[in-house]
């Protein structure tokens, strides 16, 4: 039994199929790097994973107990399961350290010091303690997105979903976020991300997947992904990443 | 070096532009601020004659006469750029004699935007005047300064009651459509009759005129015979019409202000394990209600305004008692006071909500 299981999963937006009965495992501390064109289905797989989409049929495990379906407590499931998006999704209204306190404070039932000072804490690891009373828009991307990093983290997940996290931000910021994810790849931290950044992925993935029209087409580990593909469509992908630059 | 996307042909340069013609404007502008100015004359007259010669209405007369003549300053700038723009021309300075007309330009249009507006001051001081000296006119119908020293004193203390009716009916409404609006976002199967209920409430009171159920509320709800209805003040009972009618509105403003948020921040909410309650209240209502100040502003402005209908149903408030002394008087200047007191509030608040938006315009302009 894997830590998470995924098993057949198949979602569909009406009459779309994003995705078209995928199936993933994933032990516990293991890194997987979803990669694939845009609208291959990574980001359905991830929301799917934290119960933001249903799924039509197929189930997901976490621990051998299935979170999908009618009756599951999703609010208990998503405090296990965090979830970092490409577009950061602070909240506006809260400074820094409200944001990273709110769910803590809310759900989790810690005290309000004590998130505080957790939260502080987190902030002060990612470089950003001297940030937390500001507000968000007052924040470059980069360091919007390692405030997000930290506000999932304070809920202590075991599975860290990251939805192409780097994807919005400009080139020179994209490191100290990558940097943060390396460190929670080396802390052991179980993590399911989808990401464009195919070095970062061959660094850190235990298994990479590569996704085509909502299904898993090819896996492995990062070497033979990226070094010996067996698909005419990887091969296809990889050669077009590179001849952007981007590998 | 060759490709398809570069065109080698080059396009033919343009032929330098001439300098636009300026005595032309020039002249056209200062015929209408002359024009303008013995308008202005007529009207002074007529304030004077009103007055019957009186010293502060001489003043007043000179002064608008005075200020009639501001815009000819700005044609005689422009026919003296419409000669520099000439010199420069026969001198062949293509490029300075084009900045003087464009600016000798301007100044006629700054002529003719000034005249026009002493024009329309001139004419409006012709419409109040007119007929004056017979006691007709707008003068005596709207402004007779003797009925509106009598009714000035009552009318005021009368408008008190327009303020804190609208004040309490101002709290109701925002406590009341926050709680329509949520009830119309109520999720799932369990949440759809509740959801229909708001939905028809909002239509219904929508759709009825205030007058109307100010009508239905105050004379209708006491004949109910219910104990509560009967015992309670009137102005109450307009209150809670008012709060029905303006209930349903703001409702829908707070209705756009949260369906105006991103799902990506409910998304982000429910992802750290809030539930649907606590994501509306930490998290979409705050940000909505902010965005829905100006107009949530705009409609208290309607509200305010409505509080005059109160006088249809009886409740003593600053029309009715305008209505009372212009029944005495036979004349209107009773109600004039009453405009201009609902005047003197609405104004400040217009203004704010314009700041405020204009300061979200700017923020959302400036960051992200």
Known sequence: MSFLEIDDVHKAYGHHEVL??????????????????????????????????????GAIRIEGDTVTGAGVDLNALRRDVGIVFQSYNLFPHMSVIENVMLAPTRVGGVSKSEARARGEALLESVGMSDKAKAYPDMLSGGQQQRVAIVRALAMQPRVMLLDEITAALDPELVGDVLEIVRELAHGGLTMLLATHEMGFAKEVASQVCFLDAGQI??????????????????????????????? | MSSSLVSEELQPGPTPSKPRQVTGLAGL???????ATLAMAKAASMVRDYNHQGTVATIVGVVLVVVSLYPWIFAFRAFVKARERSALLAQDDLVASRRVAASGREEAFICMGWAAAVLIVAFLIFFVFANSADGGGVVNVFFKVSVIKASFQPILKAFWTNIWVACVSEVLVLIFGLLVAVVRMLPGRAGAPLRAIAVLYCDIFRAIPAIVVLTLVVFGLPLTGVKFFQTIPTVW????????????YVSEVYRAGLSSIHPSQSAAARSLGLSYGQTLRTVLVPQAVRRVIPPLLNDFISLQKDTALLSVVGISEALLVANLYEAKYFNL??????????ILITIPQARFVDYLIERDTKRRAGGS
């Open chain 1, 217 to 247: 087409l090819e896996r492995g580990s990062a070497e033979q992904i990226f070094e010996d593909p067996h698909e005419e469509r990887t091969q296809q992908f990889l050669s077009r990443v590179v001849k952007s630059g981007r590998l």
């Open chain 2, 333 to 342: 200047s009773p109600i004039a006071v009453a405009a201009f007191l609902f």
């Open chain 2, 29 to 35: 502008g200062l015929v209408i601020a002359v024009l």
């Open chain 2, 237 to 248: 009972l307009g209150i809670f019409a008012l709060s029905l009618t303006y209930t349903s």
């Open chain 1, 20 to 57: 078209k009965g995928v199936t993933l495992n994933v032990e516990r501390h293991e890194v997987v790097c979803l990669i694939g064109a845009s609208g291959s289905g990574k980001s359905t797989l991830l929301r799917c994973v934290n119960a933001l989409e249903d799924i039509q049929s």
